[in-house]
T-cell receptor, first 116, second 109 residues
């Protein structure tokens, strides 16, 4: 079990669907992250939030829309995805809002997304 | 360009020590070095991190070279549960934890 909870664990969606991934942590962390991981590849950074504000967007296509409604919750809204977007989507959180690396990342176990 | 290199794979015998190397020759003096590992079907798990001096915790030790251009993760007694992909992540850029290809550790019984 991890302290970062991601739901759902699995999601299958069509290319015209709209869905959302949810990430929750109750460790009081104010930095939260989204990563995408394709099979047998390392995780790729997508977005970073600090104090509920988007601080880093790694040139992610607009069909992925992140949202941080409060300090415990991070969402990733999905719309008009392509089959190549099928991947494991990982959420992480950290105490370190300054981004200096003083504190570790805590990861959830991800949502496995399949786009048909 | 910032570059991190790790061996693609390593093998160890159970209950023996394992030394996992990482080269990060372009690291600056204020970049922390983090290590994570990932077991199949799980999210990455924090192992250890440090800045300049060697660090120990219940999972592992981190030896950082004096010039900080390399570091070594040390698992003192490998178990079958330590078989995973190990990622070395120098924090070159503010808040950007970039994962490289990592080292796949195989532990033989």
């Amino acid at each position: 079990d991890t302290e970062v909870t991601q739901t759902p664990k699995h999601l299958v969606m069509g290319m015209t669907n709209k869905k959302s991934l949810k990430c929750e942590q109750h460790m009081g962390h104010r930095a939260m992250y989204w990563y995408k991981q394709k099979a047998k590849k390392p995780p790729e950074l997508m977005f970073v939030y600090s104090y509920e504000k988007l601080s880093i967007n790694e040139s992610v296509p607009s069909r992925f829309s992140p949202e941080c409604p409060n300090s415990s919750l991070l969402n990733l809204h999905l719309h008009a995805l392509q089959p190549e977007d099928s991947a494991l989507y990982l959420c992480a959180s950290s105490q370190d809002t300054r981004g200096q690396g003083r504190s570790p990342l805590h990861f959830g176990n991800g949502t496995r997304l399949t786009v048909t | 360009d910032a570059k991190t290199t790790q061996p693609n794979s390593m093998e160890s015998n159970e209950e023996e020590p394992v030394h996992l190397p990482c080269n990060h020759s372009t690291i600056s003096g204020t970049d922390y070095i983090h290590w994570y590992r990932q077991l199949p079907s799980q999210g990455p798990e924090y192992v250890i991190h440090g800045l300049t001096s060697n660090v120990n915790n219940r999972m592992a030790s981190l030896a950082i070279a004096e010039d900080r251009k390399s570091s070594t993760l040390i698992l003192h007694r490998a178990t079958l549960r330590d078989a995973a992909v190990y990622y070395c992540i120098p924090l070159y850029n503010f808040n950007k934890f970039y994962f490289g290809s990592g080292t796949k550790l195989n532990v033989k019984p």
